[in-house]
């Protein structure tokens, strides 16, 4: 089973740009499906973004506009670039594929906090 590690997260101010990283163990260029979700403290996981293997996208309304998810096949990593960001964005952020999130499995995530 691929493994998945987050990074990129940090403090950063309203109005602020992250962008995060989620590196596979090995290729993930047969991959169909993958995605960043986010947890905030006392609320359940949600869909952030998701991209297909043919590079079509798809966000949660509260993201649209702002952030915008990419996958480079060749590096094995998929990437979340989040602008403008909001306090209520503040959440513990991380990738999956889709078989994984079936199976239950997550990554640590990273930790994103927007604050000022």
């Known amino acids: 089973q691929v493994q998945l590690v987050e990074s990129g997260g940090g403090l950063v101010q309203p109005g602020g740009s992250l962008r995060l990283s989620c590196a596979a163990s090995?290729?993930?260029?047969?991959?169909?499906?993958m995605g960043w979700y986010r947890q905030a403290p006392g609320k359940q996981r949600e869909l952030v973004a998701t991209?297909?293997?043919?590079?079509?996208?798809r966000y949660a309304d509260a993201v649209k506009g702002r952030f915008t998810i990419s996958r480079d096949n060749a590096k094995n990593t998929v990437y979340l670039q989040m602008n403008s960001l909001k306090p209520e964005d503040t959440a513990v952020y991380y990738c999956?594929?889709?078989?994984?999130?079936?199976?239950?499995?997550w990554g640590q995530g990273t930790q994103v906090t927007v604050s000022s």
């Open positions: 090995r290729s993930i260029f047969y991959v169909y499906s």
């Open positions: 991209i297909t293997s043919s590079t079509n996208t």
């Open positions: 999956n594929t889709e078989a994984r999130k079936i199976q239950g499995v």
